[in-house]
């Protein structure tokens, strides 16, 4: 199940935040200009609260805040 996509500003890459089966979130990365997925699943008991891609020089970053339950 995804809960949120967003595409990149140069429309090439798609993130998509998703619960696995498990009820784990990840994120999932699509470069059309690759054609590769990267798969970043978190810790149980982790929660993504946002992430941002974006494009420095010639690499595609993605900074993620994450929320651990106490």
Not at 4 to 26: C, F, H, P, Q, Y
């Amino acid at each position: 199940m995804s809960i949120d996509v967003r595409l990149s500003s140069d429309g090439r890459t798609v993130t998509s935040r998703r619960l696995r089966a498990d009820n784990i979130e990840m994120l999932e990365v699509w470069d059309s200009g690759k054609g590769t997925i990267c798969r970043v699943s978190m810790n149980a008991g982790e929660h993504i609260v946002t992430y941002v891609q974006a494009r420095l020089i010639d690499k595609n970053c993605m900074f993620v805040c994450v929320k651990r339950d106490s």
